[in-house]
């Protein structure tokens, strides 16, 4: 099993930019994709954005793409979300998750919260406009 840690939430106004780190511990790191999904008040979690292990590839919601980065260091064992031209309506919990899936690239098929089988706690990000 894996434990995963989130950091860097907080306040930010609309346009910001703010960066999510992930620490993980226990299960090999490297060889699994990492995901990030927010949850907003009242409404489902949903993915945000995901990568294969040693970056093979990325993967990402349409709401983000262009907007935010994930990035993994291996020899650090943490993955990253850079969000940058940041929204009111980007306001949500942020979650971590570790892919079910070694050596898999992340897709569609493959980024659902079903294929992820280990969370952290999660991190408030709050977008003021």
């Known amino acids: 099993q894996v434990q995963l840690v989130e950091s860097g939430g907080g306040l930010v106004q609309a346009g910001g930019s703010l960066r999510l780190s992930c620490a993980a511990s226990?299960?090999?790191?490297?060889?699994?994709?990492m995901g990030w999904f927010r949850q907003a008040p009242g409404k489902e979690r949903e993915f945000v954005a995901a990568i294969s292990w040693i970056v093979v590839n990325t993967y990402y919601a349409d709401s983000v793409k262009g907007r935010f980065t994930i990035s993994r260091d291996n020899a650090k064992n943490t993955v990253y979300l850079q969000m940058n031209s940041l929204k009111p309506e980007d306001t949500a919990v942020y979650y971590c998750a570790q892919s079910r899936w070694a050596y898999t690239r992340v897709d569609h098929t493959t980024t659902t919260e079903g294929d992820f089988g280990s969370w952290g706690q999660g991190t408030q990000v709050t977008v003021s406009s």
């Open positions: 226990g299960r090999t790191f490297k060889n699994y994709g």
